[in-house]
């Protein structure tokens, strides 16, 4: 087993467009990757699958597709996972080349008796089956899962078989560079100790760099964290869903002068 996060290669650039114009944008400026959603008010909810079918009449890069069928919390009803089953197999035969989701689920902690968020493993595996071995990545629903359970939370994430994960290291609502603490020994420390507990045939998650990453702070984030990816909305300060292509250019400037 290879643990992901040893990569040699330069860190991979993913930026987040919320329409077809940023998703074009973006690659000409230099993205290695997509993820298309739509709504960047609430976060990003499923993108249409025809703005899918377009976007890969366009491009040549990889296009991820969130899967969120609404923006209320990260606890889904059975209605909202059939929902989600449904618009993965839709985006699939539209090109999907990788999806991005999270589910959770509570549970009550011994000694607490409050309930916390869990990784609701059974449908989140489920969901990965249904990608048919399209890389899935367990998006920022990592951030409310307290720091405390990140342990058993990666075990999980490798059961259910998700290839990576999207996090600013720290509670919803934080970024990145207010957590590069916790950022560095996700990324290290801890994948360490569990990949010497996994299976060996086991993937070890790839960890995604993401909230509020801009050009301005991503090299004190890549010199601390030396994290495999980076994530980005890159978003135009004029514009509340536009990628500035300057802003992306200037990310992949910090990224391919990386060592």
């Known amino acids: ?16 467009c919320f329409n077809i114009e940023s998703a074009v944008i973006a690659a ?5 990757r997509i993820e298309l959603c739509r709504d960047y008010a609430s976060g990003g909810l499923s993108p249409y699958p025809e703005a899918l079918a377009t976007l890969k009449c366009k491009l040549s890069i990889p296009v991820y ?14 209605a909202d996972f059939k929902a989600m089953k449904c618009t993965i197999s839709m985006l699939d035969e539209r090109g999907a080349d990788g ?3 999270g589910i959770l689920n ?16 059974a449908r989140n595996k489920e969901l990965v089956k249904l990608a048919k071995g399209k890389p899935c990545t367990f998006h920022r629903a990592f951030d409310l899962i307290p720091e405390s359970q990140w342990d058993a939370t990666l075990k999980d994430i490798v059961e259910c078989g998700f ?8 509670p919803s609502g934080s970024t990145a560079i207010e957590c590069v603490d916790q950022l560095e020994s996700l990324v290290h420390a801890r994948l360490e100790r569990l990949e010497a507990r996994v299976k060996s045939d086991d993937r070890l998650p790839q960890i995604i760099v993401g909230g509020g990453v801009r050009a ?9 964290i030396r994290a495999p990816a980076f994530h980005s909305a890159a978003l135009a300060l004029s ?4 990628v500035s292509h300057d802003e992306v250019e200037a990310l992949r400037a910090v990224l391919d002068k990386a060592k």
């Open 1 to 16: 087993m290879t643990l992901a996060n040893k990569c040699a290669s330069k860190p991979l650039l993913e930026i987040a």
């Open 28 to 32: 000409q400026a230099g993205a290695d």
């Open 65 to 78: 597709v969130m899967i969120r069928p609404h923006a209320e919390s990260f606890y889904y009803s059975d």
């Open 99 to 101: 999806y991005v989701f």
């Open 106 to 121: 509570s549970a009550i902690q011994e000694g607490s008796g409050e309930a916390t968020p869990v990784i609701d493993v």
């Open 163 to 170: 290839t990576s994960i999207l996090t600013s290291g720290g």
């Open 216 to 224: 301005a702070n991503l090299g004190i984030l890549q010199e601390r």
């Open 239 to 242: 514009s509340a869903e536009t």
